[in-house]
Structure formats: structure tokens, C-alpha cells
């Protein structure tokens, strides 16, 4: 990434970068490298005038946007996740498919990003923070000790004074103040994983969503130790190959106490466990990726024979993968 005069800032997963802009050729130019061609239209008078101060730390972005004219902006690839957006002054209108939605000054809203097709800054200042929608599933998944069955999906507009958008303006002014070029490596990758956790968290447990229930039922007892950790190395390895005897190597058991520790707690085995993640990790992907195919993304899950692949996925979702896909085309 690069800061105000072309300078290069890049800490492994942390980054700070400056944009003053007062010119669309010369803004689309900084941000081609993050997020491919930008469509950018100026605000008052066909002016342009925006300072942005932008953090990555560990996978969430904070940015801090002043515009004294506004602007309108299409991105060809969209992020990937979650924002929360700070309205201080001004106003936000977006289009999500063909319908329009517009906030003024002093709201807070929680915006599927890969879904908005424009986003159109009136005159003011805001914050945002963003999420990664693949951090966001993998932690609702732990939380839940379970595949994820549909998207998350957040309440739109939301209070100031919740509880989210609290933690996410202290994690946005954390990241922002503290996390600039300059910053020694050590220090910044020590506490990259830590900053994002607690950005996660903010979202998902401050923020309504249609989870937040299943958060809250209080479950007769935590899985055993050993289930715990074997969940966790399924999801952080789904995409390798690996057999129940991997997972209960890692779980410290035996096969057949690990098999009857998921009986018992999750009403399944390890490794139907272990697919029912895999299909989550493909529709995700077909949901959100425009540039790999269905064959390639079901490959990269570890489902080898195609076939049997589209009858299982039918089985678990009701739909073909083909059919998925062509849910992400329509949304664009």
C-alpha cells in the first residue's frame, strides 16, 4: 500500500495509508491496487475533495473519510465482508440491487459490502469498519460449535450507544492511532491477530444479526476439551486432507471416543461434521468469488469427484452449486 507521497507501507497484515485526493483520475489510481477499477464521480460543482486515513491490522480496515464536496463511488470487486459505518456529518445513500437506501448524520449502519453496487458520499465526515465476511463466519462457527447453515446478516441501522458500535469505534480509534507506518513488526504481528479478534467480536456480539438467538441460548454444558479442539482444527484445516485419525490425534482421544464425543454433543461424526464445513467453505465462496469456477472452488474444498459433489451440495442447500452462482451474479 502506499501512503501520502507514494511511499510503500507494509507490515506483513498491517497497513496505513493516506489518500488526498482532489481529482478522480488520480483517486481511482490509488485504489486500483486494493480494489481493481473504481467508477468514482465528484460531488458539489463536479469537485472533488477527500481525505481518507485508512488501517489494516490483522484483516479489519478502519477509515476515517472528511469530504467537503462528496463523492460517488462503484467498485469492480467489492470487499468482502462487513461495515460498520459512522455517519458524523453528512449523509450515505447506497444502492443494493435495484432498491436505494439513504442515512444522514448521526446514524450507524451495518452494510453487507460485497452487496452494495454504489456508494454515494454526501459533504461530511464518518468512520468505517470493516470485516472480513470469512472471519466473521469462522468465529460465529466456534462460538456455535457448529457449521454455519445460511449468511450472517446484520440489522442494518443500528443504535450509537450499542454495545457494537462502542467496541468498534475504540477498536477504529485503537488501529488508527496506534497502528501507522513506522510501527516495528514485532510489536505490530504480536498484536494483529488480537485487534482482529476483538473486531469480530464487536460485530457479532454487539450488533443484532441472525444468529444473535443462537448466541444467547445458554447450551446444558461446553463440549468436552477434546471436541472443542478437534472443531477447531476441522474448520482451520478443512481445505487440507485430513482423516479422523488426524483429528483425533489432535484431540488427544482415540477414534472411537472422539466419534462418541461427537454422538453425544454435536448428533454427528467427525468427518460428516467436517463435510457439512466444506459445503459451508464452497457456497461461500460461490457467493462471494466472481473469478474461480465451480469445479475449481469444490477442488480447492477437497471434493475430488464432481459428481457426487452436486448431489451432496443439493442435498445440504436445496439448490445446484451452478445455481448459487448465479445468485452472485444477480446481486451485482
Not at 110 to 120: F, H, N, Y
Not at 124 to 148: F, H, I, K, T
Amino acid at each position: 500500500m502506499f501512503g501520502e507521497k507514494g511511499e510503500m507501507v507494509d507490515v506483513a497484515q498491517i497497513n496505513a495509508e493516506l489518500f488526498i485526493a482532489s481529482d478522480t483520475h488520480e483517486l481511482a489510481a490509488q485504489l486500483r491496487p486494493l480494489c481493481g477499477d473504481v467508477a468514482i464521480k465528484p460531488g458539489l460543482n463536479g469537485q472533488l475533495d477527500l481525505h481518507m486515513a485508512s488501517s489494516l491490522v490483522g484483516g479489519p480496515i478502519a477509515n476515517q473519510i472528511r469530504t467537503p464536496t462528496g463523492l460517488e463511488l462503484r467498485f469492480e470487486r467489492p470487499f468482502d465482508g462487513y461495515a460498520l459505518v459512522l455517519l458524523h456529518e453528512g449523509g450515505l445513500r447506497t444502492r443494493i440491487g435495484q432498491q436505494e437506501h439513504v442515512w444522514s448524520a448521526g446514524a450507524c449502519v451495518v452494510l453487507d459490502a460485497t452487496k452494495v453496487s454504489e456508494w454515494q458520499w454526501h459533504a461530511g465526515s464518518y468512520e468505517m469498519l470493516l470485516v472480513g465476511m470469512g472471519d466473521v463466519a469462522q468465529r460465529l462457527s466456534s462460538l456455535l460449535e457448529a457449521p454455519l447453515t445460511r449468511s450472517v446478516m446484520f440489522q442494518a441501522e443500528v443504535s450509537p450507544e450499542s454495545e457494537g458500535v462502542r467496541l468498534g469505534r475504540a477498536v477504529m480509534h485503537l488501529m488508527q492511532t496506534c497502528f501507522g507506518p513506522g510501527v516495528p513488526g514485532s510489536a505490530a504481528m504480536a498484536t494483529a491477530a488480537s485487534i482482529r479478534d476483538v473486531a469480530v467480536g464487536a460485530f457479532l456480539e454487539g450488533l443484532p444479526h441472525n444468529y444473535a438467538d443462537r448466541l444467547l441460548v445458554k447450551a446444558p454444558g461446553p463440549s468436552p476439551r477434546h471436541i472443542r479442539s478437534a472443531i477447531e482444527y476441522i474448520h482451520a484445516h478443512a481445505r487440507d486432507s485430513i482423516s479422523v485419525e488426524d483429528i483425533a490425534n489432535v484431540a488427544g482421544v482415540s477414534v472411537r471416543a472422539l466419534q462418541v464425543g461427537f454422538a453425544t454433543f454435536k448428533s454427528t461424526t467427525p468427518m460428516a461434521y467436517l463435510k457439512r464445513v466444506r459445503l459451508e467453505g464452497v457456497r461461500n465462496e460461490l457467493l462471494h468469488s466472481d473469478y474461480v469456477s465451480v469445479a475449481d472452488v469444490a477442488m480447492h474444498w477437497g471434493f475430488k469427484h464432481l459428481g457426487m459433489f452436486a448431489k451432496v451440495y443439493r442435498e445440504a442447500f436445496g439448490e445446484l452449486p451452478s445455481q448459487t452462482r448465479r445468485i452472485r451474479i444477480t446481486r451485482r
